[in-house]
């Protein structure tokens, strides 16, 4: 049986290659991981692995933390000695898993990206109108106007549209239904792009939005034309279909200050999950802050 740590390790990654065929990218993530605790180790002059408890787990853990490591990092890193411990445990070598139940600390949440109202305007000034135009133009219009997930956009039928009373019906995430209000723009360019719909949509198909082949158009599809507007009408950034969503909400929020008014809209079960467009919300009035209050600006 292996005396040191380096054999144990050694032993390990044969045994991520041959039992368990890992690629030979997470094997070398393994380690990776691994061998930052074999240092932590050899700092601690641990040299017999039944040493190792919960307490230098956790101590681990922080130092990595506080040395720079992100709490994702953090969070890979204990994965790989849980499950070193635990094949530690399978050959007998420690009686049980230090690493088990020992936590990396919370991820802050990643704020969604948004685009500015200008932003938005030049996105959707799109002059063609040839029916791919039209389609694309009432696609964007009616994401950024009522809100909608790139599944809900794509699984809209012609009955779910209301164009006289301006609105439409959402089957959204677990099977519920909204009814949402379309502004005077998406309802514009939905009437145009139903006019030319002709052009490409099959006798019979119910989808709002049709491809080339006359059939539902897909959602990689959807974010490929985005993309491709955004680059044609030189925005400057990486824009996707579920940016229209998050700047629908940032900019109801910026003007209402209604919160549980966005969460309706935006069809979240739980406010905790609208309640990360008032972050994005405080970071913009904390530049306007910034740059305007006599007490914070830069001399």
Not at 9 to 34: I, K, M, Q, V
Not at 178 to 187: E, H, N, T, Y
Not at 189 to 205: H, K, P, Q, S
């Amino acid at each position: 049986m292996p005396s040191s740590i380096a054999d144990w390790l050694a032993r390990f990654r044969r045994h991520l290659a041959t039992e368990r065929r890992l690629s030979p990218h997470t094997s070398s993530n393994y380690a990776r991981d691994l061998a930052a605790l074999a240092r932590y180790c050899e700092t601690e002059r641990i040299t017999d692995l039944a040493r190792l408890d919960s307490q230098h787990v956790r101590l681990f853990a922080a130092r990595s933390h506080a040395a720079g490591l992100a709490p994702r990092s953090v969070q890979r890193r204990l994965s790989a000695v849980r499950s070193f411990c635990a094949f530690l445990v399978r050959e007998g070598a420690i009686a049980a898993n230090p690493a088990l139940d020992i936590k990396a600390p919370k991820a802050g949440k990643r704020l969604p990206g948004t685009l500015d109202v200008d932003q938005v305007a030049q996105l959707l000034a799109i002059g063609a109108d040839d029916p791919l135009a039209l389609r694309d133009r009432a696609l964007m219009e009616l994401a950024y106007s009522s809100g909608l997930r790139l599944a809900e956009l794509v699984g809209l039928d012609l009955t779910d549209l209301d164009l006289g009373d301006r609105t439409v019906r959402v089957h959204g995430k677990g099977a519920k239904t909204r009814v949402l209000p379309v502004g005077r723009p998406a309802i514009a360019a939905l009437r145009a792009w139903l006019a030319a719909r002709t052009t490409f949509a099959r006798v019979g198909e119910r989808a709002v939005f049709t491809g080339r082949g006359g059939a539902r158009i897909g959602a990689r599809a959807v974010q490929q034309r985005v993309a491709y507007w955004a680059r044609r009408q030189g925005l400057g950034v990486h824009a996707h279909p579920h940016l229209f969503r998050h700047s629908f909400a940032t900019h109801l929020l910026e003007s209402s200050r209604d919160l549980r008014g966005v969460q309706e809209l935006l069809g979240h079960a739980d406010i905790s999950t609208t309640q990360v467009y008032t972050h994005l919300d405080f970071q913009h009035l904390a530049r306007i802050y910034d740059a305007a209050h006599p007490r914070a600006r830069r001399k």
